[in-house]
């Protein structure tokens, strides 16, 4: 088992508590708190913290929203084959045996040479891909025990996507774009939210432009905007800067960056090791398993990590059946 630590910064209770708070404060559901507290950092000053019974208080009002008590991503021996057509006697194993644990509101990068099952394990573990067997648990739900529209609501309300391709829906605006998944989750926006997520991005004098007439880098800013402001708990990113020049690239990474400090967690898939280099964790993947989990912040560990999966075949291993 392979278990993905906190990262060592001493404000990351503070921030999980403040971003719940802030959300609790801006939820219609919550009007009473909206009464007593109109300044977030004013509210968490009144916040206690009962070890016994972890859930936030409020003057002795006590909120149903309970604090995280489990990690927000669970991987139990997953695995994933594809059969060779012609050769049923052999599979190729695009994850093999991987178990990984990830705490809330981390940011973990998974990186590895090409074909190593990165992207595959991305894709399953968001529910976008079934895997062979293993077990999926994402913010305390067994998503494969879901059925399919079960799993897709799931991903609707708690799950937020950035991908090298923007995926905006042509026909909609920026704006549009940005309020979507809200509406889709059954929480429409309200309009004056959705234009201060896209001055967040430094786009709303583009909302209501298509994305046929924005740039590449201002597209993915719309897709960051898009899961700012539905505002997920747990946020996956497959290549979000393999799109982007090196300058836009470093804008989108800062803003992943951010979402941890209001309590989502990242996972992100990158060939960029400057990009991963970004995140608390690093997870080097290698012919379908987990080689080495390292803290980031150092480029130059990630390349040596790189550089020794690429000393190493790992196709062959990846054939015919697990590893022993």
Not at 17 to 30: F, G, H, I, V
Not at 203 to 214: C, I, K, S, V, Y
């Amino acid at each position: 088992m392979v278990i993905v630590p906190f990262p060592s910064r001493q404000w990351q209770t503070v921030q999980v508590l403040l971003a719940q708070t802030t959300r609790m404060l801006t939820s219609s559901a919550s009007s009473w708190a909206t009464g007593l507290y109109r300044n977030p950092y004013t509210a968490l000053l009144h916040l206690s913290w009962c070890p016994t019974q972890p859930l936030l208080r409020f003057r002795g009002v006590t909120t149903s929203r309970p604090m995280p008590l489990h990690e927000a991503v669970r991987l139990h021996q997953l695995q994933k084959t594809y059969v060779i057509p012609g050769r049923t006697d052999t599979a190729i194993y695009a994850l093999d045996q991987v178990s990984l644990m990830i705490p809330p509101a981390t940011f973990t990068a998974v990186v590895g040479p090409s074909g190593c099952g990165k992207s595959t394990l991305l894709h399953c573990t968001a529910g976008l891909d079934r895997p062979t067997a293993g077990e999926i648990d994402l913010l305390g739900t067994r998503i494969t025990a879901l059925k399919p529209a079960q799993l897709a609501a799931f991903r609707a309300r708690h799950l937020g996507f950035v991908f090298q391709d923007d995926n905006l829906i042509s026909s909609l605006t920026a704006f549009d774009n940005v309020a979507l998944p809200g509406r889709l989750a059954g929480r429409g926006l309200p309009r004056q939210e959705v234009m201060e997520t896209l001055a967040m991005v430094g786009m709303e004098h583009r909302a209501q432009l298509r994305p046929h007439q924005l740039s590449g880098g201002e597209r993915q800013r719309i897709a960051v905007a898009r899961v700012m402001a539905s505002r997920p708990p747990l946020v996956f990113a497959d290549e979000p800067t393999g799109a982007l020049d090196i300058s836009s690239g470093a804008v989108v990474m800062g803003w992943l960056r951010s979402l941890t400090d209001l309590g989502t967690t990242v996972v992100m898939v990158t060939h960029d090791v400057g990009a991963a280099a970004a995140a608390d964790t690093v997870v080097v993947m290698q012919a379908g398993t987990v080689r080495a989990t390292i803290p980031g912040g150092n480029p130059h560990d990630i390349e040596e990590q790189l550089h020794a999966c690429r000393a190493t075949p790992g196709l062959a291993a990846a054939l015919a059946g697990p590893a022993s």
